[in-house]
């Protein structure tokens, strides 16, 4: 069984390909289960900053995609909906009205502030990129309590764009804020991504390593694996060594995207 519950397809503002593009790819690389979880950013939605996310026209592809591959691919109709606590009113009422099969959680930037993708960290002094990170987890927290958050994503986004600039910055720093975070989504039923974006560049996945085990110390056992992939040939890229990560590291069971919340099986 291989499960990648992380990817994007042409219904993301900065997707690649088309569903059934993914799919095929999927099937390919012998994928069992995918998640196709486009982008809505819904405070950048709403304020203007990106493309209007076409939920209705999403689902159609995923039900064609769904008939297409038949015996093939499970497939479940998903979204990263990015700050969902921003625009509270509006999120729920879209995981209603889509009647999701997987809502994958992130925070891509803090409120008023662009996304984390663009800010300059070579030019940030110590002190304003530590209350950044510290912001950023305490958002993290708020994601992974949202009603009907399945997953939450890539949780040290900050910290691995600061790593790609190749500034030092430890995570150890943060041990107790992320202790804390681990607390809320075990509470919640949130599970933990391990993202292989990275991973498959040569760097440390998100979460590293580190704190996986800090998950798993504080109780944590819910995992799903995602690429993040925004291409066709990206789809399951590192998930197989993701696998074996949590195998050392002493999990048992990953969970994969599907009709009816999230599914174990042993890895």
């Keep these: 069984m291989i499960a990648d519950s992380h990817s994007h397809s042409l219904f993301s503002f900065d997707g690649h390909d088309d569903v059934a593009t993914l799919c095929r790819a999927a099937i390919d690389r012998g994928i069992s289960a995918l998640a196709v979880t486009d982008h809505c950013d819904i405070d950048g939605v709403l304020d203007g900053l990106y493309p209007p996310y076409d939920g209705k026209a999403a689902s159609e592809a995923i039900l064609s995609a769904k008939e297409e591959f038949r015996g093939k691919l499970d497939i479940a109709f998903g979204v990263e909906l990015g700050q969902p606590y921003l625009r509270e009113k509006e999120a729920s009422a ?64 900050p910290w691995r764009l600061v790593r790609r600039e190749g500034r030092p910055f430890d995570l150890a720093d943060f041990a107790d804020e992320y202790r804390h975070l681990f607390r809320v989504m075990i509470e919640h039923g949130t599970a933990l991504e391990l993202n292989t974006k990275m991973l498959r560049r040569g760097f440390p996945p998100d979460p590293p390593a580190e704190l996986l085990r800090l998950y798993r110390d504080e109780g944590g056992e819910l995992v799903t694996v995602g690429s993040d992939a925004h291409t066709a040939a990206e789809i399951g890229g590192g998930v197989p060594e993701a696998y074996e990560l949590l195998r050392s590291l002493g999990f048992r069971y990953v969970s994969a995207a599907g009709a009816g919340g999230l599914h174990p099986f042993k890895i």
């Design 94 to 157: 879209l995981i209603r009205e889509m009647g999701y099969d997987f809502v994958l959680v992130s925070v891509h930037n803090l409120e008023n502030v662009p996304d984390f993708y663009y800010l300059n960290y070579n030019a940030m002094p110590d002190a304003l990129l530590k209350s950044l990170m510290h912001r950023a987890i305490d958002d993290l927290c708020r994601a992974a309590s949202f009603p009907g958050a399945d997953t939450l994503a890539h949780i040290t986004y």
